[in-house]
């Protein structure tokens, strides 16, 4: 019998609830339709030792930028899915603590699907050659990237209509370095909309936004966009 959301029994949960709820459990998924965003301020070095140290089945997107997290140990992994097709199930950015990324060499994941993000941590060239045989479609560079990126090579999410809703917003650039609308439209982003984790997953790897972001009335506790080096208004 497998219990999804590992028993949680509320509707909706935070990350921070899924990772300790699901902690020392063989099978972690979430509720059909509904995905978890774990990011580096969701949880502690245990939590998340204690989170993967006897998982088997994992499906979850788990980032991790900027962080003081040393290690990510997932030894009895058998299966690993994101949460979403299309996106990494664990990428790990930026992290100049990183000294351990521990997976086996034979795990399985669903064919096409780019499971690593991997750059700029401090991991031993051996664990990064070890993800590139596991996954060879994924991005995995290793302390120092390959070249400088330019703004060419920057990802763009580019909204050129209007109807969206907020979430839809986050879905469609989460990720994205370059975030703004195209001529004659304006971006906005509620904290009534959307979660904290989303509000942080839509920053995490922007450089450049042209956007509105309100947050009032609302339970965040943060607000991380430690990439952004240019924030214009979504109206003058």
């Given at each position: ?8 029994k ?7 609830e899924?990772?300790?709820a699901c ?9 059909p ?12 070095q245990?939590?998340?030792d204690?989170f ?7 499906e979850?997107c ?22 979403q ?8 950015q ?19 699907e ?5 750059s700029?941590?401090?991991?031993p060239?051996s664990?990064i050659?070890k993800?590139k045989?596991?996954c ?12 400088e990126?330019?703004k ?5 999410c ?18 994205k ?6 001529k004659?439209?304006?971006l ?20 450049r ?7 009032e009335?609302s339970k965040y ?7 952004l080096?240019?924030l214009?208004?979504c109206r003058?």
């Open positions: 019998l497998v219990i999804l959301a590992c028993g949680i509320k509707e909706r949960y935070t990350a921070h899924f990772v300790v902690a020392n459990k063989k099978v972690i998924k979430p509720r339709g509904y995905s978890v965003d774990i990011t580096e301020d969701c949880c502690s245990k939590e998340l204690d993967c140290a006897k998982a088997e089945v994992l979850v788990l980032s991790l930028s900027n962080s003081i997290i040393r290690s990510l140990k997932c030894p009895n992994l058998k299966t690993l899915t994101p949460c097709s299309g996106r990494p199930a664990i990428k790990l930026d992290n100049d603590k990183l000294r351990e990324f521990d997976i086996p060499d034979n795990i399985y994941y669903p064919k096409g780019p499971i690593f993000e991997v700029r941590n401090q991991l060239r664990t050659d993800l045989r596991i060879p479609i994924c991005t995995i560079e290793g302390s120092t990237p390959s070249s990126t330019t060419e090579e920057m990802t763009k580019e909204v050129g209509y209007t109807d969206y809703s907020d979430k839809e917003l986050v879905d469609l650039c989460a990720g370095q370059i975030i703004e609308p195209k004659g439209y304006y906005t982003l509620n904290s009534s909309k959307v979660s904290e984790d989303d509000m942080n997953r839509l920053c995490r790897n922007a450089v936004m042209e956007i509105c972001i309100i947050i009335h506790k943060s607000l991380r966009c430690p990439n080096k240019e214009k208004p003058p």
